[in-house]
């Protein structure tokens, strides 16, 4: 099962781009990267997700890197409302299905 | 258009009680899964149904027990609570392949307490 590795903590100043980091370097050709989002402990909450080009929705932007090992989520305009934990996920296909494994995230706090 | 639902949002128990925790969702996906979290955690997977009539164990399975009662519903159960089993719980349906969404979608949690 490919496993994800994030900072477990970022800063991002409001108004500002929020860019967002993970690795995942052992990641299958046939798996997606999916980010997710966890506000004060609410259900998570999916953003978006890609499989090798680079992907744009109202939320964010995902840029995957070319050998796929790494991605970076991308909130242009980050605003207060955008602190959260920040899951980055790889969907496990095999004995688990169509599992998600969660990871710890990346705590985003944006800063006024 | 309610998405996933739990019930109850919250619950204290005793140790040893027993209780069942609701998930319904009317997506008509076909995945369900149940997680908890516990506090400063990501999200542990505890039981997971592929399709109707079908139940895996997850990550975190000891202590539960789940149902997958028809394509909507998906409960956890919990024959004798303990303390550790002290959480935030979370349901989550998924899209499948050939859906325009294959994306899962979350309720609200239940919040449990075990005394």
């Known amino acids: 099962d490919a496993k994800t590795t994030q900072p477990p903590s970022m800063d991002c100043a409001e108004g500002r781009a929020a860019n967002l980091p993970c690795n995942h370097s052992?990641?299958?050709?046939?798996?997606?990267v999916y980010w997710y989002r966890q506000i004060h402990s609410q259900g998570p909450q999916y953003i978006i997700h890609?499989?090798?080009n680079n992907e744009t929705n109202e939320m964010a932007s995902l840029i995957i890197t070319e050998d796929r090992k790494s991605s970076t989520l991308i909130l242009p305009h980050a605003t207060l409302r955008d602190t959260a934990v920040y899951y980055c996920i790889v969907r496990v296909s095999g004995n688990y299905g169509q599992n998600f494994v969660f990871g710890p995230g990346t705590r985003l706090s944006v800063l006024p | 258009n309610a998405g996933v639902t739990q019930t109850p949002k919250f619950q204290v128990l005793k140790t040893g009680q027993s209780m069942t925790l609701q998930c319904a969702q009317d997506m008509n996906h076909n995945s369900m899964y149940w997680y908890r979290q516990d506090p400063g955690m990501g999200l542990r997977l505890i039981y997971y149904?592929?399709?109707?009539?079908?139940?895996d164990k997850g990550e975190v399975p000891n202590g539960y027990n789940v149902s997958r009662l028809n394509k909507r519903e998906f409960s956890l159960r919990l024959e004798s609570a303990a303390p550790s089993q002290t959480s935030v719980y979370f349901c989550?349906?998924?899209?499948?392949?050939?859906?325009?969404?294959?994306?899962?979608?979350f309720g609200q949690g239940t919040r449990l307490t075990v005394v």
């Open positions: 989550a349906s998924r899209g499948d392949r050939g859906m325009k969404n294959t994306e899962a979608f």
């Open positions: 149904s592929a399709s109707e009539g079908t139940t």
């Open positions: 052992t990641i299958s050709g046939n798996e997606y």
């Open positions: 890609g499989l090798k």
